[in-house]
Nanobody, 115 residues
């Protein structure tokens, strides 16, 4: 069974940084895409960043220039580096992996941006 383990959330002041990790139990090359989503209280879950197996990464307009998605293939882990955090970045962050047959979700990690 594929597992995605998410870590790295926390409380940070506006302007601060956090790095989220999503460690897969299988090779990330197995997936056609990996993504980061977030969900703020009372709002729908939204796509933050996407890394297809081939092609360019894409980012939500609200995080472009501040968030960067990267991978460590040796560790089968994807990261979301979040800089210049704003209060509106607050929410639960999730990792999602897609393969040709189904999607897999990691557990959420809470990010709170507040002074």
């Amino acid at each position: 069974q594929v597992q995605l383990v998410v870590s790295g959330g926390g409380l940070v002041q506006p302007g601060g940084s956090l790095r989220l990790s999503c460690a897969a139990s299988i090779s990330i090359f197995s997936f056609t895409a990996m993504e980061w989503y977030r969900q703020a209280p009372g709002k729908e879950r939204e796509l933050v960043a996407r890394r297809p197996r081939t092609g360019s990464r894409i980012y939500a307009d609200s995080v472009k220039g501040r968030f960067t998605m990267s991978t460590d293939n040796d560790k089968d882990t994807v990261y979301l580096q979040m800089n210049s955090l704003k209060p509106e970045d607050t929410g639960a962050y999730y990792c999602r992996a897609q393969d040709p047959s189904q999607d897999y979700w990691g557990q959420g990690t809470q990010v709170t941006v507040s002074s």
